[in-house]
């Protein structure tokens, strides 16, 4: 049987654009990603939402798995063709600091596609999605990044320590050669898709790619409604009846209709923003350094006294 070799990774940051990465570069002919779009295999994390450990159904869509069985990883690329590379994206692989060394012992010449955003609006952005989600039960994003931490990847709140790029990169910089490292930035990116988009498949050695379908589906954070209704559908007892009597489209247009609406874009306490960037300063002009990106000058994240010293 033949030995699986994934040729790159897209590894974060979790809400930093991976799922329009996703979408957008599995319509290249010459790229192969898995249906389910966070695999989590190379890193050891867990989930408060005890569906994501079923192994996935044969040619079914999925956002996320925690798959651990190398053979059940193995078969979600049989249907790669020969001429494609085959790639996977799960944010997790930033987060667990033992995760570079499993993939470097997988395959040292992999290529790595890493997406960073601005760290304050990379929590914000978290928080909202759990709130969202029902995971979170803090009205407020001042009061979330105070709560107690459940360091659990999966509906936990560790929002602003996700946010410390530093610690998270460094050991990918310390085992892979720096050439096979991209580093994107998340707002310039997204602001020219197609450009940028070709730009990756340089680094991945394939061809540009025009022909996209452009409806496809990016994550976006939306204002929730029936919160309640919702924490009582995620209780295991109701949720498994509601899996198997509806497929997953249609239960994703009946969580659309009864759970989220379109609303105005939430902003941070300007102080809130003010007293984050402070506590994310260092971690920025670190990362900056580490990357050779100038993230400091792009996020405008001024420099303090402490940190020139």
Not at 24 to 36: C, D, E, G, R, S
Request: charged share 30%; net charge negative.
């Amino acid at each position: 049987m033949k030995q699986l070799k994934v040729d790159f990774f897209v590894l974060g940051v979790a809400r930093g654009g991976t799922t329009s990465l996703y979408n957008y570069m599995q319509q290249h002919p010459a790229i192969f990603l898995p249906k389910v779009k966070e695999c989590n295999f190379f890193s050891e994390v867990d989930s408060l939402d005890k569906e994501v450990y079923l192994d996935p159904d044969p040619g079914k869509e999925y956002h996320m798995k925690i798959i651990k069985d190398a053979a059940i990883y193995k078969n979600l690329f049989e249907d790669a063709t020969p001429d494609q590379i085959k790639g996977e994206v799960s944010p997790s692989y930033l987060w667990d600091r033992n995760t570079a060394k499993r993939i470097h012992d997988h395959n040292p010449n992999a290529k790595l596609l890493i997406s960073l955003r601005n760290p304050i609006e990379r929590a914000f952005s978290h928080y909202q999605m759990h709130y969202q989600t029902g995971h979170e039960k803090e009205d407020s994003f001042e009061a979330a990044i105070k709560a107690p931490k459940n360091a659990i990847w999966g509906g936990g709140n560790m929002y602003l320590e996700m946010s410390l790029y530093y610690e998270q990169l460094t050991p990918y910089f310390e085992l892979f050669d720096r050439k096979n490292i991209m580093v994107l930035v998340s707002e310039e990116w997204t602001a020219r898709n197609g450009e940028a988009l070709n730009e990756i498949y340089d680094f991945l050695g394939l061809e540009p790619f025009f022909d996209y379908e452009t409806d496809v589906p990016l994550n976006a954070a939306r204002e929730l409604k029936n919160k309640g209704l919702l924490a009582f559908l995620r209780l295991d007892k109701v949720k498994r009846p509601i899996k198997w009597l509806l497929p997953e489209s249609a239960k994703d247009k009946l969580k659309d209709r009864l759970f989220y609406k379109e609303g105005e874009k939430q902003c941070i306490d300007p102080e809130t923003y003010r007293s984050l960037e402070d506590y994310f300063r260092e971690d920025v002009y670190k990362t900056s350094e580490l990357t050779g990106t100038d993230l400091h000058r792009i996020w405008e994240f001024e420099k303090s006294n402490e940190v020139s010293q």
